[in-house]
């Protein structure tokens, strides 16, 4: 198996949890916490904002897919054939793909406005 195929999951699983550890310490230093109360099931704060590093590890891999498909011949070092043989199909398909990450995204942000909002 080709590093480059390992990498990119690697590179995800890195960067959703810096994303997160990030987001944790932001939220905790902000007050930015579900308080416990009657209705829960926690006995101690817990910080909001771990959608982040969920839309940072999904993101990672997508903006490289896509920025190598837009750009194949800046990607052809580094990219394996077994992946580059696809870039073509996944250039034809960024309109798709624009589209569901972008309805990610608004899901991403109607959680966070939940969260900020009781």
Not at 12 to 27: D, I, N, P, Y
Not at 99 to 109: I, N, Q, R
Request: with cysteine; proline share 8%; charged share 20%.
């Amino acid at each position: 198996m080709d590093p480059t195929t390992l990498a990119i999951p690697l590179l995800s699983f890195v960067a959703g949890l810096c994303a997160c550890r990030t987001a944790r310490g932001w939220a905790l230093s902000r007050g930015f916490v579900d308080q416990p109360g009657e209705r829960k099931i926690h006995d101690r704060p817990i910080p909001y904002g771990g959608g982040i590093g969920v839309v940072t590890a999904m993101l990672v891999p997508v903006a490289l897919g896509a920025a190598a498909a837009l750009f194949p011949d800046a990607a052809a070092p580094w990219l394996p054939d077994s992946l580059a043989a696809h870039l073509p199909g996944i250039r034809e398909k960024l309109g798709d793909l624009a589209f569901v990450v972008g309805g990610g995204l608004v899901v991403f942000a109607l959680g966070h406005l939940d969260d900020r909002r009781k």
